[in-house]
């Protein structure tokens, strides 16, 4: 009866395991750890994933679940920034990357992401996950981020934003289109538009209640929006 228990109540397992159980389970995370770290000392990406998902799937390794993910991702960066990674395997690693940030990631590993995409010289997607770091900031805030960081990352947004940013002094950067916050600043935010002078222009976009129908006014309103665009 243990062993079918133990699979549905993970969370009670002190008390349905039967000594032998959680012997045999506490003696194999040692071995699950170190099938992950054989992985990564072979930079092989998918032996990492598997080890890191047996990790998270074991019932008394599962509780390191986050470590090793974190880790995980960091070993894909590495793969990922080395000068000596094949052009499709920097891909794969960076493809996983990524759906592992999507998945659980926080906002320093978006914005290390977008960190190895800069070295690379891919300022979109640099930009892209410096964004999305931005937003990281307030949706998922478990970890959480001082002023100096988020204008540290705000100035990586602006420079991967402007593609030239490392032609001119700092103090000539662009924005990015976030607040510290890490909310949108706006379409009109100076971050948007390079070689441009933005004026804000408060403009009424309005609808009829419970219709995707402008009203008068709102049909005014983008009428002048598309001007000043």
């Not at 080395?82 to 590993?109: K, M, N």
């Amino acid at each position: 009866m243990a062993m079918i228990v133990k699979y549905f109540l993970p969370g009670a397992l002190a008390f349905i395991l039967s000594p032998t159980d959680v012997a045999g389970a506490a003696a194999n995370c040692p071995h699950l750890v170190t099938k992950f770290e054989q992985a990564v000392a072979s930079k092989s990406i998918n032996a990492a994933q598997r080890a890191k998902n047996d990790i998270a799937n074991d019932i008394l390794c599962g509780e390191r679940a986050k470590e090793f993910q974190a880790k995980y991702v960091e070993f894909l960066l590495v793969v990922a920034s080395e000068l000596t990674t094949s052009a499709s395997e920097r891909q794969h690693a960076l493809a996983a990357a990524e759906d592992a940030v999507l998945f659980a990631g926080a906002w320093r590993t978006a914005a290390a992401l977008g960190d190895v995409y800069f070295r690379l010289g891919d300022r979109a997607k640099a930009f892209a996950w410096y964004e999305k770091a931005l937003s990281f900031m307030t949706s998922r805030p478990a970890t959480k981020a001082t002023e100096s960081e988020k204008q540290t990352l705000l100035t990586k947004a602006g420079a991967a934003k402007s593609g030239s940013n490392e032609q001119v002094p700092e103090s000539q950067w662009r924005q990015s289109l976030r607040e510290l916050d890490g909310k949108i600043d706006g379409i009109y935010g100076p971050g948007l538009l390079r070689e441009v002078e933005v004026l804000s222009v408060p403009l009424p976009v309005r609808f009829y209640t419970d219709e995707a129908r402008f009203t008068s006014e709102g049909e005014a309103a983008v009428a002048e929006l598309a001007q000043a665009a």
